[in-house]
């Protein structure tokens, strides 16, 4: 089956830096993946959708110039959190879709991020 | 109204009952319907996938559609510890790049 990853699986930053993390799809080319944040006991929350070669879109209320997204190739994106705060420690997953006509998405298995 | 609501539980079952998982939905353009299961600290994992109504089998699971009702099931039998995670339903407009609308998920014990 279609497998996704992420990178790294749990990272501690100190608030005011900044982390990236990886999405990869590992056996198929990926035209759109998808960030979603997820905090303890509640759903995902769809933050952005990211068409590989173009500009992501934000879901409302989600700041762009805070989570910069990437989606240079089509096996891989990435969500920098810039200027970490304490508040943005949560749970990210990614997810990937093989585009128009597929129904599926894959997860990738979810980066903890903790900001002190 | 949530576009889609789900009881978060927690659920606690015995070992070998059946488990019944619902969500209701609230915008009839939704013709696609996932369950994932989820364990703790990892990612969404797809179980099943229905297109508009009516019902599909899997082993152990089956996913339901009502879509005059706006309600959707997974039915679990003979459930096993291992079983024990989160259930997220979700459903989108239209296939491939939409995103999906997730429910809250319900959290399934099943006790050995």
């Known amino acids: 089956g279609a497998v996704v990853s992420q990178h790294p699986s749990w990272v501690i930053c100190k608030s005011g830096t900044s982390v990236k993390i990886e999405c990869r799809s590992l056996?198929?080319?990926?035209?759109?993946m998808f960030w979603y944040r997820q905090f303890p006991k509640q759903s995902l929350m769809l933050m952005a959708t990211?068409?590989?070669?173009?500009?992501?879109?934000?879901e409302q209320g989600v700041e762009k110039d805070k989570f910069l997204i990437n989606h240079a190739s089509l096996t891989l994106s990435t969500l920098t959190v810039t200027s970490a705060h304490p508040e943005d420690s949560s749970f990210y997953i990614c997810?990937?879709?093989f585009g128009q006509g597929a129904y599926e998405q894959y997860f990738g298995p979810g980066t903890r991020l903790t900001v002190t | 109204q949530k576009e889609v609501e789900q009881d978060p539980g927690p659920l606690s079952v015995p070992e070998g009952a059946i488990v019944s998982l619902n969500c209701t939905y609230s915008?009839?353009?939704?013709?696609?319907f996932m369950w994932y299961r989820q364990y703790s600290r990892k990612g969404p994992e797809l179980l099943m996938y229905?297109?508009?109504?009516g019902n599909k089998e899997d082993g152990r699971f089956t996913a339901q559609v009502d879509k005059s009702s706006k309600y959707i099931s997974l039915f679990i039998r003979d459930s096993q510890p291992s079983d024990s995670a989160t259930y997220l339903c979700?459903?989108?407009?239209?296939?491939?790049?939409?995103?999906?609308?997730f429910g809250k998920g319900t959290r399934l014990s099943v006790i050995a």
């Open positions: 997810s990937a879709s």
């Open positions: 056996d198929f080319q990926a035209t759109t």
């Open positions: 990211s068409n590989e070669g173009s500009k992501a879109t934000y």
């Open positions: 915008n009839s353009a939704f013709q696609y």
């Open positions: 229905t297109y508009s109504s």
């Open positions: 979700a459903m989108r407009v239209n296939s491939g790049n939409t995103p999906l609308v």
